[in-house]
């Protein structure tokens, strides 16, 4: 096919009069059945240099994403282009993924995109058989190498896939973020006689700046100061999920338009916000990393980051979701000298210790194990458990297998020792990525030419697009009127603890403050762990203002109270103030009938459900049948423990469970 013929079809599909030069190449290539690695800048057009060729290819292609939403956002326009894709991802159903595997067997697919998990689901690999599968894309590559800002254990798999292709067969790689080591790294896994095209990564639209601050309380003054002066809307990326929901709320005490998202969301949420991201329904999104990757939204025009990233590639892949128009960007990057211990955190605890390698190790010696069971006896989480046994297959110590319908690890006799020094060298690679990054903090150079350097683009431009190559540098002001709001602020927000489920009639209910970002958390350690008796009185103010200001002047018919594990009376006697204040009557009645451990021993959701599990019941069920339950505990952590008392308590009747404690955990996920 000649270029002209090629560009007759791209208009009459997509639209699009012309290719790129460099998008051209790489199709050209594809087109041969080569196999090739395309590293170009965001906004490039990557996407159409694996969705062309699809089109004009007569069996299906596989694209292997890790991005939910630039799924739902790709097969949504090409099936309103009249080509016919479907994704096959975790959010959906497994009917609804059964149902689109059949189409794709039946050739009713041209596009298939579908997230590598899936690849260790027996249905799929047999089904991949089935196929006639014509080309096989994998999209942000670097997610293959362990050497990636991204890397997923998961991705691995899709070389065992690529392996069984006839020669031939096209496979395209594509990436916005590879420097050197993992360009060689994704080639050498690819195999075959695989060509890289790396194109300029300079964006030359952005205006990159970095506001150095000396605390949190400067970062969310200067926010509340000048984010509404922007132009446009945009994307804040904070550390954690916890930031997201601070900044989120505090921009609502502001009446800056802003919602919170995070990897936390259920589907359906996320999908609004995806869509509300695209009409510009809010001036700020404020995400974590879990946000933006894919999406194809030309008209962002600003990022800031209130977190410094792990390294110049992150920072360079998020940013990148700016001003894919072309028109100007606004990029800032907030930095406190104590903001390298989140991402030094991240990077120590990247992998887990030896000691969880060896605990694995011995479990599986013992018995067939799956991953829940492995959850159980080593009493790890879930992601720690999925790096683990990765590693061990890649050694070739422990091994798959298949008993029925279940998926199980077994020890390999005679397999090699645990190899840790790959391990080493890729945790101090991590850490002098994260040196790079606070480089770029403090570099007096163009900060574009830094990154693209970084990179591997090392064309020799100039740019004067920084604030230290011609824009104006951006400082903090802290007037007494803006710490006056912050503490105001402060004071009067109360998170929420969110408890609903179709199990129970639970309704979510609010915590007097977060456990360890104030005196709060101190106040309660002193009482539970240093002799310090009752909680103290300024608690008791707290929780009953939070009260207020989440349910007003709600009455309830009683109050109870979470039996105590380790610490005493002191539920029952702050439970019991509260009563006297709100005038609700207390009982006494919700007991403990077996032995439970602190829930803050074990690491994983599973193991802290098991601890409670049926450890409760009410001694006196008239007392509480068709009544509303004020249900009172000092800390919430994973919400196990009240999630169960709140199925018993329903149980024996109770209408409504409300939930309210001194104190939530900032811990949890971090995405």
């Given at each position: 096919?000649?270029?002209?013929?090629?560009?007759?079809?791209?208009?009459?599909?997509?639209?699009?009069?012309?290719?790129?030069?460099?998008?051209?190449?790489?199709?050209?290539?594809?087109?041969?059945?080569?196999?090739?690695?395309?590293?170009?800048?965001?906004?490039?057009?990557?996407?159409?240099?694996?969705?062309?060729?699809?089109?004009?290819?007569?069996?299906?292609?596989?694209?292997?994403?890790?991005?939910?939403?630039?799924?739902?956002?790709?097969?949504?326009?090409?099936?309103?282009?009249?080509?016919?894709?479907?994704?096959?991802?975790?959010?959906?159903?497994?009917?609804?993924?059964?149902?689109?595997?059949?189409?794709?067997?039946?050739?009713?697919?041209?596009?298939?995109?579908?997230?590598?998990?899936?690849?260790?689901?027996?249905?799929?690999?047999?089904?991949?058989?089935?196929?006639?599968?014509?080309?096989?894309?994998?999209?942000?590559?670097?997610?293959?190498?362990?050497?990636?800002?991204?890397?997923?254990?998961?991705?691995?798999?899709?070389?065992?896939?690529?392996?069984?292709?006839?020669?031939?067969?096209?496979?395209?790689?594509?990436?916005?973020?590879?420097?050197?080591?993992?360009?060689?790294?994704?080639?050498?896994?690819?195999?075959?006689?695989?060509?890289?095209?790396?194109?300029?990564?300079?964006?030359?639209?952005?205006?990159?700046?970095?506001?150095?601050?000396?605390?949190?309380?400067?970062?969310?003054?200067?926010?509340?100061?000048?984010?509404?002066?922007?132009?446009?809307?945009?994307?804040?990326?904070?550390?954690?999920?916890?930031?997201?929901?601070?900044?989120?709320?505090?921009?609502?005490?502001?009446?800056?338009?802003?919602?919170?998202?995070?990897?936390?969301?259920?589907?359906?949420?996320?999908?609004?916000?995806?869509?509300?991201?695209?009409?510009?329904?809010?001036?700020?999104?404020?995400?974590?990393?879990?946000?933006?990757?894919?999406?194809?939204?030309?008209?962002?025009?600003?990022?800031?980051?209130?977190?410094?990233?792990?390294?110049?590639?992150?920072?360079?892949?998020?940013?990148?979701?700016?001003?894919?128009?072309?028109?100007?960007?606004?990029?800032?990057?907030?930095?406190?000298?104590?903001?390298?211990?989140?991402?030094?955190?991240?990077?120590?605890?990247?992998?887990?210790?030896?000691?969880?390698?060896?605990?694995?190790?011995?479990?599986?010696?013992?018995?067939?194990?799956?991953?829940?069971?492995?959850?159980?006896?080593?009493?790890?989480?879930?992601?720690?458990?999925?790096?683990?046994?990765?590693?061990?297959?890649?050694?070739?110590?422990?091994?798959?297998?298949?008993?029925?319908?279940?998926?199980?690890?077994?020890?390999?006799?005679?397999?090699?020792?645990?190899?840790?020094?790959?391990?080493?060298?890729?945790?101090?690679?991590?850490?002098?990525?994260?040196?790079?990054?606070?480089?770029?903090?403090?570099?007096?150079?163009?900060?574009?030419?830094?990154?693209?350097?970084?990179?591997?683009?090392?064309?020799?431009?100039?740019?004067?697009?920084?604030?230290?190559?011609?824009?104006?540098?951006?400082?903090?002001?802290?007037?007494?009127?803006?710490?006056?709001?912050?503490?105001?602020?402060?004071?009067?927000?109360?998170?929420?603890?969110?408890?609903?489920?179709?199990?129970?009639?639970?309704?979510n209910g609010v915590a007097a403050s977060y456990y360890g970002v104030s005196n709060v958390g101190a106040a309660l350690h002193r009482s539970k762990y240093e002799g310090g008796g009752d909680y103290a009185d300024f608690l008791l103010k707290l929780v009953l203002k939070a009260f207020r200001k989440k349910f007003g002047q709600e009455k309830f018919d009683l109050i109870v109270y979470v039996p105590p594990?380790?610490?005493?009376?002191?539920?029952?006697?702050?439970?019991?103030?509260?009563?006297?204040?709100?005038?609700?009557?207390?009982?006494?009645?919700?007991?403990?009938?077996?032995?439970?451990?602190?829930?803050?021993?074990?690491?994983?959701?599973?193991?802290?459900?098991?601890?409670?599990?049926?450890?409760?019941?009410?001694?006196?069920?008239?007392?509480?049948?068709?009544?509303?339950?004020?249900?009172?505990?000092?800390?919430?952590?994973?919400?196990?423990?009240?999630?169960?008392?709140?199925?018993?308590?329903?149980?024996?009747?109770?209408?409504?469970?409300?939930?309210?404690?001194?104190?939530?955990?900032?811990?949890?996920?971090?995405?």
């Open positions: 096919m000649t270029r002209q013929e090629a560009e007759l079809i791209l208009l009459r599909i997509f639209g699009i009069a012309k290719f790129h030069d460099e998008q051209w190449t790489a199709i050209e290539r594809v087109l041969k059945g080569e196999r090739v690695l395309l590293i170009e800048k965001t906004g490039f057009g990557k996407s159409l240099c694996f969705q062309f060729p699809a089109t004009v290819f007569k069996g299906i292609t596989i694209i292997f994403s890790p991005l939910i939403a630039l799924m739902r956002d790709q097969v949504k326009k090409l099936n309103a282009k009249g080509v016919s894709a479907r994704c096959i991802n975790s959010e959906q159903t497994p009917e609804e993924n059964s149902q689109i595997i059949s189409e794709a067997k039946t050739g009713q697919v041209k596009i298939l995109y579908i997230a590598p998990e899936r690849q260790e689901n027996s249905e799929w690999v047999e089904a991949t058989s089935q196929m006639n599968i014509s080309m096989v894309v994998v999209d942000e590559a670097h997610c293959i190498s362990v050497w990636g800002h991204d890397f997923r254990p998961a991705f691995r798999r899709i070389i065992n896939l690529i392996k069984l292709l006839p020669k031939g067969l096209p496979v395209l790689a594509t990436t916005a973020t590879a420097t050197q080591k993992v360009e060689r790294d994704i080639a050498q896994q690819i195999g075959g006689s695989i060509s890289t095209i790396r194109g300029n990564l300079m964006r030359d639209n952005f205006k990159l700046f970095v506001v150095k601050v000396a605390s949190e309380e400067e970062k969310f003054i200067w926010l509340g100061q000048y984010l509404n002066k922007l132009p446009g809307s945009g994307i804040l990326y904070t550390g954690t999920r916890f930031d997201t929901e601070i900044y989120s709320k505090w921009f609502e005490y502001l009446n800056i338009s802003s919602t919170a998202y995070n990897a936390g969301l259920d589907t359906d949420s996320r999908i609004a916000i995806e869509n509300g991201l695209m009409t510009n329904q809010w001036k700020c999104i404020i995400s974590t990393n879990a946000l933006g990757m894919g999406i194809d939204k030309p008209d962002i025009r600003f990022i800031i980051h209130s977190q410094i990233p792990q390294s110049p590639i992150h920072y360079y892949q998020e940013i990148g979701r700016a001003g894919r128009d072309g028109n100007s960007a606004n990029i800032i990057l907030f930095y406190n000298p104590e903001d390298r211990k989140l991402p030094e955190a991240f990077i120590e605890g990247g992998r887990p210790s030896l000691k969880k390698y060896e605990k694995v190790i011995l479990a599986v010696k013992s018995d067939l194990l799956g991953e829940w069971d492995l959850m159980r006896v080593t009493n790890m989480k879930q992601n720690q458990i999925r790096v683990i046994k990765a590693d061990l297959i890649e050694q070739g110590i422990i091994r798959e297998v298949m008993i029925g319908k279940s998926k199980k690890y077994e020890f390999i006799p005679g397999s090699p020792s645990l190899n840790t020094k790959v391990f080493d060298e890729l945790r101090n690679s991590k850490l002098n990525d994260l040196e790079s990054m606070i480089q770029y903090v403090g570099t007096e150079e163009s900060r574009m030419k830094f990154l693209c350097d970084y990179l591997g683009d090392n064309s020799d431009r100039q740019f004067n697009n920084c604030d230290n190559t011609g824009e104006q540098k951006i400082g903090v002001s802290v007037t007494p009127e803006w710490s006056e709001k912050l503490q105001s602020f402060r004071e009067n927000y109360f998170p929420e603890l969110e408890v609903e489920s179709k199990n129970s009639n639970m309704s594990t380790s610490s005493g009376d002191l539920v029952k006697n702050f439970a019991t103030k509260i009563s006297q204040v709100l005038k609700f009557p207390i009982s006494h009645n919700l007991q403990k009938i077996r032995k439970t451990d602190q829930q803050k021993i074990f690491e994983n959701s599973l193991l802290k459900s098991d601890n409670v599990n049926g450890a409760f019941t009410f001694t006196a069920p008239d007392e509480i049948n068709g009544k509303s339950v004020l249900l009172i505990d000092d800390i919430f952590d994973s919400g196990a423990t009240i999630k169960e008392i709140g199925k018993i308590l329903t149980n024996f009747g109770a209408s409504k469970i409300v939930p309210i404690v001194i104190a939530r955990t900032v811990g949890g996920d971090l995405v």
